[in-house]
């Protein structure tokens, strides 16, 4: 039994003094280290550099080129076959010239025979002054006129001395119906521009303006505003026209787009800077600008903008940055 005891006792102090060896077997815990002190970069701002230029605060229309004097052409009698058309466009007509006819088959020689018959009519009417003959003169009369209508109803003269703005393109046999437009006849010397105008106040008759025609500038003349038309009880009221100086557009342009612009006011040399970047706050304007190193907020007093751009009265000079962003 002391045996036994002896033995426990030794395993144990063995087994004490292996735990307390086995402790050297594990690293030694490392030091933590302090983090590391980053400097914050420097804030980079976009801007924009002031400077002088001449602005423009302006009103912008855009409009159509019109004749103010132009006449269709068209036939009024009947559908039928187109035999030729005798004008271009660019072609200079006199009242009358023939524009355009139809096919008449052997109407052409029905008319002749038919003069010919009332001729004959006529004659036996003058010779027994019978009311037979009375009646079938006035049959024969009839039927020529009824003839003729329809001759005439297949050709087309020109209602006025002019400049044949449009023709429309067909080939000789294809039917065609009556008061469908075949050609357009302007007075090249009578071209204005007629827009449509949302607020009378903006312009005045007589105002002066420039019209942009295919990149061709022109100088105009308002003569017809939204506060005409309403007093004239049109049915545009919103009417406004513009009439060309010394030099007009061609022919060729009418029915093309025309920009019309008034200048409202003007600022030569002034300091200038995109609209937006000019910041509000109740009735106060600045713009943040980089000085220094530093971004400050500087007071300004605004002039003429325009839709990108505004003048600098005070509060910034030319050269100085504005902050973008």
Do not use: H, W
Not at 16 to 25: E, I, N
Not at 167 to 190: L, M, Q, S
Not at 202 to 210: I, N, Q
Not at 302 to 308: D, E, F, R
């Amino acid at each position: 039994m002391a045996k036994k005891q002896l033995i426990r006792g030794v395993a144990g102090l063995a087994a004490a003094v292996t735990m307390l060896s086995g402790c050297y077997f594990f690293p030694e815990e490392e030091k933590l280290l302090d983090p590391p002190t980053i400097a914050p970069d420097e804030v980079a701002y976009s801007t924009f550099t002031a400077r002088n230029k001449t602005i423009e605060s302006t009103i912008n229309l855009t409009g159509y080129v019109r004749s103010r004097t132009e006449k269709e052409c068209y036939f009024t009698g009947y559908t039928g076959r187109i035999k030729n058309v005798y004008v271009r466009a660019g072609d200079m007509v006199e009242e009358g010239d023939l524009i355009a006819e139809m096919n008449v088959g052997e109407l052409e020689y029905e008319l002749e025979i038919q003069g010919y018959k009332v001729q004959a009519a006529q004659l036996r009417y003058n010779s027994t002054g019978s009311e037979a003959d009375r009646l079938q003169l006035e049959i024969e009369q009839s039927t020529l006129e009824m003839y003729q209508a329809e001759y005439d109803g297949a050709k087309i003269f020109a209602p006025m001395s002019g400049q044949v703005s449009y023709v429309y393109k067909i080939n000789p046999g294809t039917e065609f119906d009556p008061y469908k437009v075949i050609a357009r006849i302007v007075d090249p010397g009578d071209l204005y521009v007629a827009a449509s105008c949302d607020d009378d106040r903006l312009f005045a008759v007589g105002d002066k303006v420039t019209v942009t025609v295919d990149s061709d500038v022109y100088d105009a003349t308002v003569s017809y505003t939204p506060k005409e038309a309403k007093a004239d009880g049109a049915s545009d009221t919103k009417a406004l026209y513009a009439e060309f100086g010394s030099s007009s557009p061609t022919f060729a342009y009418l029915g093309s787009l025309a920009d019309i612009k008034k200048v409202k006011a003007v600022s030569e040399n002034a300091v200038v800077i995109p609209k937006n970047l000019i910041k509000t706050d109740g009735g106060r304007s600045y713009v943040q600008i980089y000085e220094n190193g530093e971004k400050l907020d500087r007071d300004v007093t605004v002039g003429i903008t325009n839709a990108t751009e505004a003048e600098i009265v005070s509060g910034l000079s030319a050269g100085e940055a504005v902050i973008i962003r």
